[in-house]
């Protein structure tokens, strides 16, 4: 298990726009339980899918409360990708160095 505190973090939920993107589950669900509120605020993404709104400080529109600045203020609702993303992956990392966290790590030579 990862020693990372996400709450500390964040670096996973500022990303290019269109990047971080709603399943058709997610689609599903929100409607489902009426989270309109979600709904209203989806963007046009990457191939030919739904995406999270950026805000404009390059994060999630739902990133942030007063209390906790990385908490996901959608979070029992928050789209199967957050759901999937490991903390202490390699992607974990590589966001995490993109936004000064720590620092980046080589990589890996071939041959
Ligand atoms: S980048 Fe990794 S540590 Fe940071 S919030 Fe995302 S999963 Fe957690
Ligand atoms: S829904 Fe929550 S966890 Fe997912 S990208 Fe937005 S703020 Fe981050």
């Given amino acids: 298990m990862s020693e990372l505190n996400c709450l500390e ?3 996973c ?3 290019r726009p269109g990047t971080i993107l709603i399943s058709e589950s997610d689609l599903l669900r929100w409607k489902r339980t009426e989270r309109h509120d979600i709904l209203a605020q ?3 993404g990457h191939f030919s899918q739904l995406a999270f709104r950026m805000g404009p400080h390059g994060a999630c529109i739902h990133h942030g ?6 908490a996901c203020r959608i ?3 928050r789209g199967d990708v957050c759901r999937e993303f490991e903390a202490g992956s ?3 990392h590589e966001f995490r ?3 000064g966290l720590e620092p980046r790590k ?3 030579r071939r041959g």
Avoid: I, K
């Avoid at 409360?65 to 990385?70: M, S």
């Fill in 9 to 11: 973090c964040g670096a």
């Fill in 106 to 108: 080589p990589r890996a």
């Fill in 90 to 92: 390699p992607q974990c």
């Fill in 42 to 44: 989806l963007d046009e």
């Fill in 65 to 70: 409360t007063d209390a906790e600045p990385h």
């Fill in 75 to 77: 979070y029992e609702a």
């Fill in 13 to 15: 939920c500022f990303q």
């Fill in 97 to 99: 160095a993109d936004r």
